[in-house]
């Protein structure tokens, strides 16, 4: 039986030999693009075409038709090589989009003709060149991707979009349709090609020019839900693309060697069953780069499964509407039983489309629960749950840590699977705990004073965690609690004596304390455009510094306004990031003052909330605080150790 899928939504490919089939309504160009696990090309050999037509693992089509056949041996794929895409290509002097022509069909199929998957690509428009489908690595195993992502550029954006740069990708693209137009039937010229492949090789102006390898938008808050995008003039908030994302760090090294391989799953103990999985199987120079990256792609995958299964249920309830408005409308059905015949067989044909659609999220879901159950475990404390055994033999590191770890994400479908939220170190963007009760339906059923509790709370175990797991000399907290409000909460740090300084008290302790930071930021800005780093003042502190705001804007005058924008703006650069806990509404006096402040920073809630989307799907996903467990001791004896790897470094 052939599983007909929906785009985002995956299959197990059992079978290493197959075919993709491939049915247009019109003759098209298609290619085969390998990539790696983030789905970036590098090298030569990545594009299977008419000119070039094998390579490791999969042959392509010859021409220019309506119909093709990929061979494939998943066994003789490259082991660097996670994902094996079919692009499809209109021809210039043919229809000028795919929106134009009969929907494509793309199917994997076995050697004997049974077809396992199929694909039709609805929704397109003007796209020219389309990404249908993709066989890809996990867990060891191969499965099949229903993709769907089209260019309205051409070849040359598809491959740039793939990390190519923008010249490489322009002259593969323009060898791949020259090819084509020898050996098939549609007249395709080198004045016409420039329209396909992008007009790559054209001057560009900044706009319009493609960046080699762009990185994902930044975490934003969901439509929808306060503060969300850029207020209007009104100040009402439109709503915005909302994305999270667990962006590859590309960390720069002079080493060209290439990252240790991952660990390969184990076998599955049955025949047919998904190999058992194991901590640590993406790509990365390192465990921790390889568990961040698992982690990554464990959240892509529960984003497309859980999406591909409400597509599914939307399908079948629109097809059960129109059979129930059919039968309705058809006057031979009024007489007699017929009609609620009709009725019961469009509710049974939902029905069995629904249960066919959780089969499929139940098996995705059994998967990724069980990689959770031995990726959790295994994280570094970085990235680690606060009742994670790690931190009971944690020490301070040698080195800076790759990402942070700010909560748990969960959806609906299944809320006991939890996601860990990961943030690149350094921040590259401040961070903002809402302790207003206007933020969320959870806040408002929250007690003032307990929600802002609550959210001091959290910026305390956020900067413990940073304390903890940077070197001893490598992390500075300061911290501006103006009314002294936050005392309770910030007792463990005061105790420890881990901070900068003592927490800034009064109009003149934020003035102090701005001016001190904002010194900072310009001297080393400075020192760095003059090449000169080293000639710091001595009383410069070189370690990054994380600046908690609390009860803002008490205390604030126009002039500390103006820093603290300049410090959110400038100071991540140079090692000065932003944590405010704050809400928006009680600084609303300021006006439209603070807008830029406010969307330069992401915002967290300290109850359970859904407010933040990832970048494929654009789910609302219930962002959940990651807080030690009731009576625990880690707090206290993470700062202990912090405290005492500060005294033994000290001259």
Same mark, same amino acid.
């Given at each position: 039986?052939?599983?007909?899928?929906?785009?985002?939504?995956?299959?197990?490919?059992?079978?290493?030999?197959?075919?993709?089939?491939?049915?247009?309504?019109?003759?098209? !160009? =298609?290619? $085969?693009? %390998?990539?790696?696990?983030?789905?970036?090309?590098?090298? /030569?050999?990545? &594009? @299977?075409?008419?000119?070039?037509?094998?390579?490791?693992?999969?042959?392509?089509?010859?021409?220019l038709a309506?119909?093709?056949t990929?061979?494939?041996?998943?066994?003789?794929?490259?082991?660097?090589?996670?994902?094996?895409?079919?692009?499809?290509?209109?021809?210039?002097?043919?229809?000028?989009?795919?929106?134009?022509?009969?929907?494509?069909?793309?199917?994997?199929?076995?050697?004997?003709?049974?077809?396992?998957?199929?694909?039709?690509?609805?929704?397109?428009?003007?796209?020219?060149?389309?990404?249908?489908?993709?066989?890809?690595?996990?867990?060891?195993?191969?499965?099949?991707?229903?993709?769907?992502?089209?260019?309205?550029?051409?070849?040359?954006?598809?491959?740039?979009?793939?990390?190519?740069?923008?010249?490489?990708?322009?002259? !593969? =693209?323009? $060898?791949? %349709?020259?090819?084509?137009a020898r050996?098939?039937?549609? /007249?395709?010229t &080198? @004045?016409?090609?420039?329209?396909?492949?992008?007009?790559?090789?054209?001057?560009?102006?900044?706009?319009?020019?493609?960046a080699?390898?762009?990185?994902?938008?930044?975490?934003?808050?969901?439509?929808?839900?306060?503060?969300?995008g850029?207020?209007?003039?009104?100040?009402?908030?439109?709503?915005?693309?909302?994305?999270?994302?667990?962006?590859?760090?590309?960390?720069?090294?002079?080493?060209?060697?290439?990252?240790e391989p991952?660990?390969?799953?184990?076998?599955?103990?049955?025949?047919?069953?998904?190999?058992?999985?194991?901590?640590?199987?993406?790509?990365?120079?390192?465990?921790?780069?390889?568990?961040?990256?698992?982690?990554?792609?464990?959240?892509?995958?529960?984003a497309?499964?859980?999406?591909?299964?409400?597509?599914?249920?939307?399908? =079948?309830?629109?097809?059960?509407?129109?059979?129930?408005?059919?039968?309705?409308? /058809?006057?031979?059905?009024?007489?007699?039983?017929?009609?609620?015949?009709?009725?019961?067989?469009?509710?049974?044909?939902?029905?069995?489309?629904?249960?066919?659609?959780?089969?499929?999220?139940?098996?995705?879901?059994?998967?990724?629960?069980?990689e959770?159950?031995?990726?959790?475990?295994?994280?570094?404390?970085?990235?680690?749950?606060?009742?994670?055994p790690?931190?009971?033999?944690?020490?301070?590191?040698?080195?800076?840590?790759?990402?942070l770890?700010?909560?748990?994400?969960?959806?609906?479908?299944?809320?006991?699977?939890?996601i860990?939220?990961?943030?690149?170190?350094?921040?590259?963007?401040?961070?903002?705990?809402?302790?207003?009760?206007?933020?969320?339906?959870?806040?408002?059923?929250?007690?003032?004073?307990?929600?802002?509790?609550?959210?001091?709370?959290? =910026?305390?175990?956020?900067?413990?965690?940073?304390?903890?797991?940077?070197?001893? /000399?490598?992390?500075?907290?300061?911290?501006?609690?103006?009314?002294?409000?936050?005392?309770?909460?910030?007792?463990?740090?005061?105790?420890?004596?881990?901070?900068?300084?003592?927490?800034?008290?009064?109009?003149?302790?934020?003035?102090?304390?701005?001016?001190?930071?904002?010194?900072?930021?310009?001297?080393?800005?400075?020192?760095?455009?003059?090449?000169?780093?080293?000639?710091?003042?001595?009383?410069?502190?070189?370690?990054?510094?994380?600046?908690?705001?609390?009860d803002?804007?008490?205390?604030?005058?126009?002039?500390?306004?103006?820093?603290?924008?300049?410090?959110?703006?400038?100071?991540?650069?140079?090692?000065?990031?932003?944590?405010?806990?704050?809400?928006?509404?009680?600084?609303?006096?300021?006006?439209?003052?603070?807008?830029?402040?406010?969307?330069?920073?992401?915002?967290?809630?300290p109850?359970?909330?859904?407010?933040?989307?990832?970048p494929?799907?654009?789910?609302?996903?219930?962002?959940?605080?990651?807080?030690?467990?009731?009576?625990s001791?880690?707090?206290?004896?993470?700062?202990?150790?912090?405290?005492?790897?500060?005294?033994?470094?000290?001259?």
């Open positions: 039986m052939t599983a007909e899928l929906v785009r985002g939504q995956n299959h197990p490919v059992s079978q290493s030999r197959v075919e993709i089939r491939v049915s247009a309504g019109t003759p098209v !160009l =298609a290619l $085969a693009s %390998l990539a790696d696990e983030q789905g970036r090309f590098s090298g /030569d050999g990545i &594009l @299977a075409h008419p000119g070039a037509r094998s390579l490791p693992g999969v042959r392509s089509p010859g021409e309506e119909r093709h990929f061979a494939v041996d998943l066994d003789e794929v490259a082991a660097d090589v996670h994902r094996l895409g079919v692009l499809l290509v209109l021809p210039p002097g043919g229809p000028v989009r795919f929106g134009a022509v009969p929907a494509s069909y793309v199917a994997v199929a076995d050697p004997d003709g049974a077809e396992l998957a199929g694909y039709t690509l609805t929704g397109l428009d003007a796209e020219t060149a389309v990404v249908a489908l993709e066989l890809y690595r996990r867990q060891g195993a191969w499965k099949v991707r229903a993709v769907g992502q089209g260019y309205a550029e051409g070849l040359g954006a598809l491959l740039t979009d793939g990390g190519l740069a923008a010249p490489q990708a322009a002259e !593969l =693209a323009a $060898a791949a %349709l020259r090819t084509a050996t098939g039937e549609s /007249d395709i &080198l @004045a016409t090609m420039p329209t396909l492949v992008g007009d790559l090789r054209a001057p560009q102006t900044p706009a319009q020019a493609p080699p390898a762009p990185e994902p938008p930044d975490p934003v808050p969901a439509p929808g839900h306060p503060y969300a850029t207020p209007g003039p009104g100040g009402d908030t439109p709503a915005s693309p909302p994305t999270i994302s667990y962006a590859h760090p590309r960390r720069r090294r002079t080493s060209t060697e290439p990252p991952a660990p390969r799953a184990a076998a599955a103990q049955e025949p047919g069953q998904a190999p058992r999985p194991v901590a640590g199987d993406a790509s990365g120079w390192s465990m921790d780069e390889r568990l961040y990256n698992q982690v990554w792609g464990m959240f892509e995958d529960l497309r499964t859980v999406a591909a299964y409400r597509s599914a249920v939307e399908f =079948a309830d629109s097809r059960m509407d129109r059979e129930l408005d059919e039968a309705l409308s /058809d006057p031979r059905h009024r007489l007699g039983g017929s009609g609620n015949a009709a009725r019961d067989t469009a509710r049974a044909r939902r029905e069995e489309l629904v249960a066919q659609a959780q089969a499929v999220l139940d098996r995705d879901l059994a998967q990724l629960i069980a959770s159950e031995v990726v959790e475990p295994a994280l570094p404390a970085a990235y680690a749950r606060w009742d994670n790690v931190w009971h033999g944690h020490r301070t590191p040698e080195e800076s840590p790759l990402a770890r700010l909560g748990d994400l969960h959806l609906p479908e299944r809320p006991d699977l939890r860990p939220m990961l943030t690149r170190v350094p921040l590259e963007r401040g961070l903002w705990i809402d302790n207003g009760r206007t933020g969320s339906e959870a806040a408002m059923t929250m007690d003032t004073d307990r929600l802002r509790r609550a959210a001091m709370d959290m =910026a305390v175990t956020l900067a413990v965690r940073l304390l903890a797991v940077h070197p001893a /000399d490598r992390f500075s907290v300061h911290v501006i609690d103006a009314a002294g409000a936050g005392s309770a909460s910030l007792a463990p740090l005061v105790r420890a004596g881990v901070l900068a300084s003592p927490p800034a008290a009064g109009a003149a302790g934020v003035t102090q304390t701005l001016a001190r930071l904002t010194r900072r930021v310009d001297l080393v800005q400075m020192a760095l455009r003059a090449g000169a780093p080293e000639d710091l003042p001595p009383d410069v502190d070189t370690a990054d510094q994380l600046l908690i705001v609390h803002f804007p008490h205390g604030f005058d126009d002039r500390a306004v103006t820093q603290l924008r300049y410090l959110a703006d400038e100071g991540a650069a140079v090692g000065v990031h932003l944590l405010m806990v704050a809400d928006r509404d009680e600084a609303s006096a300021y006006g439209p003052l603070l807008d830029p402040l406010w969307r330069s920073l992401m915002r967290l809630s109850v359970p909330d859904n407010h933040l989307a990832d494929w799907v654009h789910h609302a996903w219930t962002f959940e605080p990651n807080l030690p467990p009731q009576g001791r880690v707090l206290d004896q993470a700062l202990d150790r912090v405290a005492e790897a500060r005294r033994t470094t000290r001259p």
